[in-house]
């Protein structure tokens, strides 16, 4: 799961430079301290900073876009931030630094219209073929007419590869990062399956269930909206426990689709059966400050904040779509259909999401892309691996784009 923040941030460069590259991902906003110590606080056996000058700077997601500006890119990034003053001064860097910039709302997320907080709604609006056509409106309203790298992060990567896979003549390569993406459905796929898989989970010992199809329920959403402090409590131990911080994580592939091999995923993919997910992390909540270098509270407060006014169901919704087969049927007609304009993969090695639908990268790397150039795995770095090791995803990119 990756919960996007209330708005989208769409901007693009005015200059046009080859080559083209689309970035998506979270946009952060970096703050660092200098200052002198010269005394010890008498409450506590921690230093006192004597501040001397602050500096914020873009970071996450924006920290990629910059990296590849200053190579000389011609870059649009599609990027999260919140309706907020830390969200404001990410606007004022971006414009200071040649950025047109747009700042839509993501289908069912901060102000939007669309995505009702009501589970018992028509969530079609979330179909993966309806998500595909949200990026080509957006970069239709920028006036692009190409995109020569498309990068999509999580559930993002089924967007970018679906993107790919359908209007090659305007995303001329794509990155699918932490995700692999499958292609469509295949034609003669039967839309009333039942995945046994669920009844053998339920029948281990102790009884489990998939992260995805309890998404799915009614009780997801009561389960995770919880008050202010709370809430902020469960997405710090979240985010901590899909990331290289938290040491327990240490993928590898599982084989095949089944209960005994899912069941080797953290609880966090294959819960106990009696559990939500708030109680699935908060056993491994962060004993130290950790995370300060790559999601600190004020940008955590973003999220926090975004999802106590308006819930998790807007955003459950996708999984809802995604878990029902019969709501991404219209995907049938490129069936099939292979990714031929040139592709690779992106992962953190602490990153369960690579290996959790087994089969899925095979089918990914050997079947659906044609002109594919390999699968690269960073280190330092877990499921947001944007965040984590931006340096990293930077030159992988680059890299790809330069050799491909």
Not at 83 to 108: T, Y
Not at 188 to 204: A, C, G
Request: charged residues 20%; aromatic residues 10%; proline residues 5%.
């Amino acid at each position: 799961m990756q919960f996007p923040e209330p708005q989208v941030c769409l901007a693009a460069w005015d200059a046009v430079v080859s080559p083209n590259i689309l970035v998506l991902g979270d946009l952060m906003l970096d703050s660092s301290s200098w200052g002198t110590v010269d005394r010890i606080s008498p409450e506590a056996p921690i230093p006192v900073l004597k501040l001397a000058r602050e500096e914020e700077r873009l970071g996450g997601a924006g920290n990629v876009a910059m990296n590849l500006k200053t190579l000389g890119c011609s870059v649009t990034v599609s990027g999260l931030i919140g309706k907020d003053s830390i969200g404001n001064q990410i606007l004022e860097i971006l414009a200071n630094e040649g950025f047109r910039v747009i700042a839509p709302d993501m289908r069912g997320y901060g102000l939007t219209s669309g995505g009702t907080k009501k589970y018992d709604s028509n969530i079609s609006e979330y179909r993966l073929l309806n998500l595909t056509t949200d990026i080509l409106s957006l970069i239709s309203a920028l006036k692009i007419n190409k995109v020569d790298l498309l990068v999509g992060h999580d559930a993002g990567s089924s967007v970018a590869g679906t993107s790919a896979l359908i209007r090659p003549d305007i995303f001329k390569s794509v990155v699918m990062m932490s995700a692999p993406f499958t292609g469509a459905p295949n034609i003669d796929s039967n839309l009333s399956y039942q995945d046994p898989i669920h009844k053998d989970l339920e029948e281990l010992n102790p009884p489990r269930k998939h992260y995805q199809w309890y998404y799915s329920t009614p009780e997801a959403n009561k389960d995770m909206h919880l008050d202010r402090e709370g809430l902020h409590k469960f997405l710090r131990a979240y985010y901590h426990m899909k990331s290289a911080d938290w040491k327990e994580n240490n993928p590898y592939e599982l084989g095949s689709w089944t209960a005994i091999n899912l069941a080797k995923m953290p609880e966090y993919y294959i819960m106990k059966l009696d559990q939500t997910m708030v109680e699935a992390v908060m056993s491994q909540y962060p004993k130290d400050n950790c995370y300060e270098n790559w999601l600190n509270d004020k940008e955590l407060e973003i999220y926090s904040n975004s999802f106590h006014s308006n819930s998790f169901q807007p955003a459950l919704n996708w999984y809802r779509c995604m878990t029902s087969p019969y709501l991404n049927s219209d995907l049938k007609v490129f069936s099939n259909k292979k990714i031929d304009v040139p592709s690779c993969f992106i992962a953190g090695e602490k990153d369960w999401g690579t290996f959790q639908k087994p089969g899925a990268l095979d089918i990914m790397e050997n079947t659906l892309c044609t002109n594919y150039y390999g699968r690269h795995i960073l280190k330092n770095a877990g499921h947001w691996v944007q965040q984590e090791n931006p340096n990293d995803v930077a030159e992988t990119l680059l890299n790809f784009y330069k050799n491909k």
